[in-house]
Antibody, heavy 116, light 106 residues
Framework: EVQLVESGGGLVQPGGSLRLSCVAS????????MHWVRQAPGKGLEWVSY????????YYAASVKGRFTISRDNAKNSLYLLMNSLRAEDTAVYYC?????????WGQGTLVTVSS | DIQMTQSPSTLSASVGDRVTITCRAS??????LAWYQQKPGKAPKFLIY???SLESGVPSRFSGSGSGTEFTLTISSLQPDDFATYYC?????????FGGGTKVEI
């Protein structure tokens, strides 16, 4: 069974930093590209970032480019999102997701709240 | 970026109704379209991939169609468990984009 388990969310002040993690199991993580997707409270789904299977290529949404960094450790079956210079509008549930041509898997999400 | 326009944004229906949701892409995405169902406080649930292929375990009352820029999700006979918000998603490009969502309510 495919599982994606996010962690690392929490309350952070504006301008602060947070690092999210996602541990994958049930599939060959090292051969799959991965995404982060977020959902602000009461809003729709927004793509955040993409990383290829060997950490290349990497893409970001314009709203987070220059502030967020996606990375992965294939030896640990783990995906990461380092978020710097956080703003109130970054408040959201963050999901890691495997979006393949035929299979899509999402984690349960981790809540990030940016507030003073 | 590819824009996804979903309609309607809200849909009022009753148990047993046939329901259709439309999703339009700003440029051709072939058949690289997925549909998701989401309930409050839960992660999106994967329903359909490649525009018309049903994910394993999803009831057959759900179906998808379309290609290029026009797509539809149909629920043939709405059940109580189907009241939720539905999203389309294109995955033709690395930068995924989603429709704005359709809330199916009583």
């Amino acid at each position: 069974e495919v599982q994606l388990v996010e962690s690392g969310g929490g309350l952070v002040q504006p301008g602060g930093s947070l690092r999210l993690s996602c541990v994958a199991s049930g599939f060959n993580f090292r051969t799959n590209s991965m995404h982060w997707v977020r959902q602000a409270p009461g809003k729709g789904l927004e793509w955040v970032s993409y990383i290829g299977s060997s950490s290349s290529p990497i893409y970001y949404a314009a709203s987070v480019k220059g502030r967020f960094t996606i990375s992965r450790d294939n030896a640990k079956n783990s995906l990461y999102l380092l978020m710097n210079s956080l703003r109130a509008e970054d408040t959201a549930v963050y999901y890691c997701a495997r979006i393949g041509r035929l299979e899509h898997n999402w984690g349960q999400g981790t809540l990030v709240t940016v507030s003073s | 970026d590819i824009q996804m326009t979903q309609s309607p944004s809200t849909l009022s229906a009753s148990v047993g109704d046939r329901v259709t949701i439309t999703c339009r892409a700003s440029q051709s995405i072939g058949s690289w379209l997925a549909w998701y169902q989401q309930k409050p406080g839960k992660a999106p649930k994967f329903l359909i991939y490649k525009a018309s292929s049903l994910e394993s375990g999803v009831p057959s009352r759900f179906s998808g169609s379309g290609s290029g820029t026009e797509f539809t999700l149909t629920i043939s006979s709405l059940q109580p468990d189907d009241f939720a918000t539905y999203y389309c998603q294109q995955y033709d490009t690395y930068s995924l984009t989603f429709g704005g969502g359709t809330k199916v309510e009583i």
